[in-house]
Each structure stands twice: as structure tokens, then as C-alpha cells.
């Protein structure tokens, strides 16, 4: 995979098409979950090749998995979305997370997320995750259909030194610039309080690398 910026020496990267059914995302020990392991939050299931949340109950609770092992502190991440029955009633939205930790009732890092819907209320947004549930800050966000996302679409994010990056397709979408993380883990996650329709949108592909100044 090919990194932004300088090439440098990868310190660890890991891609997958989530082949296996598992509740929660496992892959051999690869991942873990915001239930299992940060209690507060859900956990993430692969089915038929997709990603998704499990349904979710509880503000900020979003369903969230993240990479075992030590990673690198510069970090991209690409993602595949797979989205259907795109709707208003819901905020379905599909998350890349970079620099980040989760433990019993404590979540950090940052997180990049797009929602899936094509229309004037789509958006793609920048936050930190500050520890406890539902403590969070947004550091950008933008607002239009050519933020949102569709079936087939690659997202992607980046955290390279104090500025976290986000494209769609390929093209940078939203950027902003913090100093509170500079380590951690990448992952993925879904947005909480979407009903039964969390098995209409998730990821189909996640790749990601990583490496140091």
C-alpha cells in the first residue's frame, strides 16, 4: 500500500475483505471491541463480507473495533463503504479511527466519518475521543451531498504529525489539526441509534499503514 507523504520503512499494516462471520470482528485475535473490551460502547460483526455495528442502544455508544498490535504514529486507512435503503430517518455513518485506545469505560483517539446518504444533510467530520462515553470534540465539519457517501465509494484517513486528514474517491475532503494524540491504534466503527438498519451500511474492504518520522 502505498503511503502519503515521505516513503519510509511501513511499521505495521494489515488489510482484509472481512471473509469471516464473526460477532464480534475477531480475525484471529486481530481486533478488539468496543463491548468486550470497553464495555461502554458495542461491538463490530462481519457477515457476508461486511462490516457493520451491532444495533446499539445509549448516546456516543457507537460500535467500534480496533488493530491489536503496535503501530506506527503516522497512520493511513482506507475503507471500502457498503451502504443500501440510504435514509433522513437515520444518521448512518461509517468511521475510520487512527491513534486510538480502548479499555474498560475509556475510548481515545480520532476518528473521521462520513455519513451514507447523497443528499444536502450529509456530512463527513473530524472528532477526538476524549475517554469516557460520550465525551467527545468536533475539530471540523462539513456539510453537503458531496460529503456523503455511497455503495462502492473509498474513504479514507490519515494522521500524519498534528494533522488528520480525510479524502473521498481519492480527493481530500476535510483536514484538521490537533496536538492531544500522537500514538495509538487504527480501527473502525459505525454511528449508535440507528435501529434495525445497521446491517444496511459498513465497510466491505479496510486496509491500513503505518510508520514513524
Not at 9 to 27: A, C, G, H, K, W
Not at 54 to 63: E, F, K, L, N
Not at 196 to 202: K, L, P, T, Y
Request: aromatic share 12%.
Amino acid at each position: 500500500m502505498e503511503t502519503r507523504g515521505p516513503k519510509v520503512i511501513s511499521v505495521m499494516s494489515y488489510s482484509t475483505r472481512f471473509q469471516l462471520n464473526e460477532d464480534p470482528v475477531s480475525e484471529g485475535g486481530k481486533w478488539i471491541n468496543g463491548a468486550v473490551d470497553g464495555i461502554d460502547w458495542h461491538d463490530v460483526i462481519t457477515r457476508n463480507g461486511v462490516a457493520h455495528g451491532a444495533v446499539s442502544m445509549g448516546d456516543y455508544t457507537d460500535p467500534t473495533a480496533l488493530l491489536t498490535g503496535t503501530w506506527g504514529r503516522n497512520q493511513t486507512a482506507k475503507a471500502k463503504v457498503f451502504s443500501k435503503n440510504q435514509t433522513e430517518k437515520y444518521y448512518q455513518e461509517v468511521e475510520i479511527r487512527l491513534r486510538s485506545t480502548l479499555a474498560p469505560h475509556r475510548c481515545t483517539g480520532y476518528e473521521v466519518f462520513w455519513r451514507c446518504l447523497k443528499t444536502q444533510n450529509a456530512y463527513v467530520e473530524i472528532v477526538r475521543w476524549n475517554g469516557p462515553v460520550a465525551d467527545w470534540t468536533s475539530l471540523q465539519k462539513h456539510t453537503g451531498a458531496q460529503y456523503g457517501v455511497k455503495d462502492g465509494d473509498l474513504v479514507e484517513a490519515t494522521a500524519v504529525g498534528n494533522v488528520i486528514n480525510g479524502y473521498l474517491n481519492g480527493v481530500e475532503v476535510i483536514s484538521a489539526t490537533d496536538d492531544t494524540y500522537s500514538a495509538g491504534n487504527p480501527g473502525m466503527g459505525f454511528n449508535y441509534g440507528v435501529g434495525e438498519s445497521n446491517v444496511d451500511f459498513g465497510l466491505s474492504y479496510y486496509e491500513v499503514d503505518s510508520y514513524n518520522d
